[in-house]
């Protein structure tokens, strides 16, 4: 008790501490927010009361769970805007920003006990915490260009989140990445050479309609590597280990293989469906096609994950198509789609059918049972 109490004095802190940034960030920069001011104060009045009756108690986890990230990550980015001038200053707040929101997390995250709630809490977050600048007036035009890109892009976000969401997970008595190497599985070299193989037909596929590859400026390609680590990072974060090991807790009860198959192809459609938010600045027919390809990819990073049980190793096969990709000129993911994008998508739709079918036997199943196995157990 006197342990959660030291946890929610650091978190009033910290609310007092945004309300702050953002008043001197409203006066300084001549900005006019009264709304977003009204929601801290909100939210700091609220979690100053200890002794209230049980409604309010509800109302008061309701608002923290929900505004708390936003506030905090808002006031981030906005001290960052004040400090962009002060490059040392700037990297100690991003070093904080790693572990800002583990106080919120013990105390409004971890009650959590519903699957749905869960499963809305892990995608919710992720768009809060994926980078507390970009949405706050940092650009490119001033300041360490290389450290302005470092905090725009949402790298150290992903990191961010991959470090809350693990707290979390252990929080709830659920498994940890970590836990999946524990267990020292005899791994077939047959399956990882296959797994190997697709990795380059991936590459190839992804690349087909590119005319060759182009080194641009230093700081093109710094953008682009930051770019590729927070997706990988991040994307294989919260669909690969939140989103599969959520859906794999909920059918535990159910036979295998139904319970892996569910598991694999409801975690890489959701991974599929969260690429239509790029029609903000896209067509509608690329967006279509990154929804294929990305839903049939994250039915092979699932195997790969739950066969290796390397959620690293995902994360860099992840971060070297992105980045590959980034070095095209032509390639689909930055121009338009022809209808052989399509085939070489519903190719590697049928060999992810077929792959999915073969690992469900022999020694092969056997691995893919013990890594579920651990993923779904609920430590007591």
């Not at 892990?122 to 360490?144: K, L, R």
């Not at 096609?289 to 049980?309: E, K, N, P, R």
């Not at 890594?371 to 779904?376: E, N, Q």
Request: charged share 10%.
């Amino acid at each position: 008790m006197k342990l959660k109490n030291r946890i929610l004095d650091i978190y009033r802190i910290q609310l007092l501490l945004a309300m702050i940034i953002l008043i001197l960030n409203d006066y300084l920069r001549h900005l006019d927010s009264p709304i977003i001011l009204c929601l801290v104060g909100i939210t700091l009045l609220l979690a100053s009361f200890n002794q209230v009756s049980r409604p309010w108690q509800k109302l008061n986890w309701g608002i923290q769970l929900l505004v708390g990230p936003f506030i905090l990550s808002h006031a981030t980015g906005s001290l960052l805007v004040l400090l962009s001038a002060s490059n040392v200053i700037c990297g100690f707040v991003v070093l904080c920003y790693l572990v800002l929101f583990l106080p919120y997390a013990e105390l409004f995250v971890k009650p959590l006990k519903n699957f749905w709630f869960r499963l809305f809490w892990v995608i919710f977050f992720f768009q809060i915490a994926i980078s507390p600048a970009i949405y706050y007036g940092i650009s490119t035009n001033h300041g360490n260009r290389w450290l302005t890109l470092l905090l725009t892009t949402g790298c150290l976000g992903a990191i961010t989140y991959f470090i809350t969401v693990t707290r979390v997970f252990a929080a709830w008595r659920l498994q940890t990445p970590l836990s999946l190497t524990t267990q020292q599985l005899k791994l077939n070299w047959a399956v990882v050479l296959t797994y190997c193989l697709l990795v380059v037909l991936f590459l190839y596929s992804n690349l087909a309609s590119c005319q060759r590859l182009i080194w641009r400026n230093d700081l093109h390609q710094w953008q682009q590597l930051l770019l590729s680590l927070e997706s990988g990072i991040g994307e294989e974060t919260l669909c690969r280990y939140a989103i599969l090991t959520l859906l794999l807790v909920l059918l535990r009860n159910t036979k295998w293989p139904l319970q892996l198959l569910l598991g694999i192809f409801g975690s890489s459609l959701i991974f599929g469906l969260f690429h239509f938010i790029n029609l903000t600045d896209q067509s509608l027919s690329l967006t279509i096609y990154q929804f294929c390809f990305t839903t049939v990819s994250g039915i092979f990073f699932a195997l790969i994950f739950l066969y290796t049980g390397q959620l690293w190793l995902v994360m860099l096969i992840h971060f070297v198509m992105d980045f590959a990709a980034s070095l095209s000129n032509g390639a689909t993911f930055g121009g338009t789609v022809s209808w052989a994008d399509y085939q070489s998508v519903l190719v590697l739709a049928i060999l992810m059918v077929g792959l999915t079918t073969w690992m469900m036997f022999g020694k092969r199943a056997q691995v893919m049972v013990q890594r579920v196995r651990i993923l779904t157990n609920v430590v007591r």
